[in-house]
């Protein structure tokens, strides 16, 4: 992660929504006398970013929980008394599929607006059959209706819903709905890709995760997990047995967990939006993640409880300023790796031959000025698979 190759007077040669070639300006120029071109020249252009963590579809913002946490409420607090992903979850069964997409539309247009080109998306605020379903059928919409590469992500096992925890065996009962009637459902209509799973002390236990994360593998789907993000619970040795394709937030990651993830093939995901928000003093150890051999990758967290934020170019600021990551390191964690938690790393995240033709352009002249500015806003235009996405193309 500490190679990030910069070329200048560089030109990139895009055919069918495909990278086809990278090189000298001038050697394109001369091989490609008649292609329409787009002139780049003093900005910086670049990988799309690669967003692998979002939960893009909700209703209303919570901004009321931001003060109540600054007066010295907890996040697990403020939840446990009912607010919180429950509060989303009342919101979100009460809209309707055209609500919810009306919404979701342009909070993705924004996250694009900043660079990014591809955003897994996650469901997880219906938390019933058919308000999950609803929720994915969004992201299906969003789909046809973007220009974007959206990734559906089933989170049915994102809190255990507050009717579920009257009855002695209600939290069985839940667990067994995802598993009998909701995995089933979302695999038969090709849903998602993903299944995740809020695997934290006081949420979902790790046994529990074994089993819904277990049935979702036996419907094909691939795994991640919030994995140790508040509380230690060995979150992150699970999903590296489990050979889960992320395991995310490792905020509260054991030597043990960081150890089981730099001998897997599991990406860590770093979310450092969210602990800024959340006002906690302790970043996801990033720097012994790397040194270990981990893929570390960094994603938006954009949900209205702990990161509402669509500016996937300031998360960068923090890995480098909190996290302590090379811009290098930031910037490669934001698209190859990115890309990896995705299982997209052979197609998106690189600017090289056979990739897909998915591109951000920068109005910076060095790329150690995209951490720089932070919180504004420099991005110019994006492409997804050599279409003109946002901005001036
Ligand atoms: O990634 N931790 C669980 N899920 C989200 C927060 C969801 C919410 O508060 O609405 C997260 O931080
Ligand atoms: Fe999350």
Redo the contacts with the bound molecule.
Sequence with gaps: MQHLEVLTNAAVCVEDGRIAAVGPRETLRAAHPDAPTVDCSGRVLMPGLVDSHT?GIFGKPRHEEQELRAAGDGYMEIARRGG??HS?VRDVRARSEDDLYALALPRLRRLAAHGTTTIEVKSGYGLTPDDEIKSLRVIRRLQQALPLRLVPTFLGA?EIPLEYRGTPHAREEYIALIVDEMLPRVAAERLADFADI?CEPGVYTTDEARVILGAARRHGLQLKL?AD?LETAGAAELAAELGATSAD?LAAVSDGGIRALAAAQTVATL?PG?MLFLGRPKQAPARALIDAGAAVALAS?F?????PTVNFPLVLTLAVSQLRMSVAEAVLAATVNGAAALGLAAKVGQLAPGFSADLALYDIEDIRELPYWYGDHRCHATWVRGVATHGAG
């Design positions: 939960h919180g992903i989303s994102h809020f919030h993000e937030h979310l969210t967290d949900n209205p409880g702990t990161s």
